[in-house]
């Protein structure tokens, strides 16, 4: 089992940066496809972005290719997520998760078992 913690959100303005990161509990972190979440108010949660258990492959949304990038250091249980250029439209709660299924990166909700609690992020305009 894994249990994951969020950090790094916070107020920023449009065009500024923020770098979340997600701590994860257990010896088997490095087996796990990694997936950071948001969830905005009366929106459907959405994967922003994915990463395999090695790193070597990644996953980006539409709305975040070219601003954001998702790293991990399976040396310390650790999953991270750059985000630049913010805009008021990625204001949401943040969201990392871990999926058992295989080792390549997951986009869909159902497919990820563990989640940690959410970090905000609101961009002022």
């Known amino acids: 089992q894994v249990q994951l913690a969020e950090s790094g959100g916070g107020l920023v303005q449009a065009g500024g940066s923020l770098r979340l990161s997600c701590a994860g509990s257990?010896?088997?972190?490095?087996?796990?496809?990694m997936g950071w979440f948001r969830q905005a108010p009366g929106k459907e949660r959405e994967c922003v972005a994915a990463?395999?258990?090695?790193?070597?492959?990644?996953y980006y949304a539409d709305s975040a290719k070219g601003r954001f990038t998702i790293s991990r250091d399976n040396d310390k249980n650790t999953v991270f997520l750059q985000m630049k250029n913010l805009k008021p439209e990625d204001t949401a709660v943040y969201y990392c998760?871990?999926?058992?299924?295989?080792?390549?990166?997951?986009?869909?909700?159902?497919?990820?078992?563990?989640w940690g609690q959410g970090t905000q992020v609101t961009v002022s305009s």
């Open positions: 998760a871990a999926s058992k299924s295989g080792t390549t990166w997951r986009t869909n909700s159902w497919e990820y078992d563990y």
């Open positions: 257990g010896r088997t972190f490095s087996r796990y496809a």
């Open positions: 990463i395999s258990w090695s790193g070597s492959t990644t």
